[in-house]
């Protein structure tokens, strides 16, 4: 039983890098439960750390989160303060937080069955929203993202003590394998890359823009990459991309005319909110890393929706 402050994947504290093998499951679903999708892609979620659902969500549900998505980004200033993110170089928009907090449709969104039983059933907990945001990969000028597993900086400068939650892109626009979608590397999820270099103060300022603290060493990525290779999953709108919290992923620049667009959510185990940073001297703001959370979310009714 973990206590109240050991701290199983150290990460920035050591002078060099160390792979540790991961203390938790990846799917722990309740007895009983019934699973939302297909057995054998929750094994493959499993075996990989991370799976694409085509067609969860219809074109007319699509359409209306993109023009929400688009008056976010048109109209910054009806946005909670620091919410809005800029691309470093050219000022573009690159995404806008607490997207649940500031929209009815995300905030649907975020609690719609399709997803929020699906984090359910994978995590065998209820849940709640870690973080949301819009990423935004605007055609010719998006920057990249680079390597890394965001449970390092959740857990390092938000405090989320274990494994224990997921991500779920929803795919707002149509990607196209050239212009910089998500890669990942299967498998990478069952090991943690310890990251050197202590946390600067307010390091969320800068790393939202590009990240250069908590990233993976060069080594420890080629030896993953090794072991699992590289996807780089390319769905159409309307389809979800979920992925642990620590499987290696990154993006490439995007030069192309291809706008990229996603809504992003963090479901994290309701027994494993946040405590005090493990290699922060103070937590990440709230909009970032939501820690006024009262209960979990609350279940709606599931609709005649089902994907394989």
Known sequence: MQTAREDLYQTRLNTEPELIHRKDPVVSPKDGANAPVASETI??????????????FSPEEVERMRFTANEMRDYPGSLAD??????????????????????????LMSRDPRLADLARHILGDEVYIHQSRLNYKPAFKGKEFYWHSD?????????????????????????????????????????????????PEDNYKSSLKRQETGIPDKDSIADMVAKGGIVAPAPKAGSVVIFDCNTL????????????????????AWSNRL????????????????RKVDAPLKRIRQQQHHVA
């Not at 800029?86 to 995300?106: K, L, M, N, T, Y």
């Not at 003590?161 to 990478?188: C, E, I, K, Y």
């Not at 995007?254 to 706008?259: D, R």
Request: hydrophobic residues 40%.
């Open 43 to 56: 094994a493959a979620f499993e075996r990989d750390g991370f799976m694409v659902l085509e067609d969860v």
């Open 82 to 107: 620091e919410t809005v993110i800029s691309e470093p170089d050219s000022g573009a928009v690159r995404s806008v937080f607490a997207i649940h907090r500031q929209s009815s449709d995300f905030d």
């Open 151 to 199: 449970f390092e900086t959740w857990h390092a400068e938000d405090g989320m003590p274990r494994m224990r939650a997921l991500s779920m892109s929803v795919m707002l626009t149509d990607n196209h394998p050239q212009a910089g979608p998500v890669m990942f590397v299967p498998g990478s999820h069952k090991r943690f890359i310890s990251c050197v270099g202590e946390t």
């Open 249 to 268: 992923h990154a993006s490439n620049g995007n030069i192309t005319p291809f706008e990229r667009m996603n809504g992003f959510f963090v479901f994290n």
């Open 275 to 290: 405590r005090a940073p493990f290699g922060a001297g103070r937590p990440r703001p709230e909009h970032i890393a939501h």
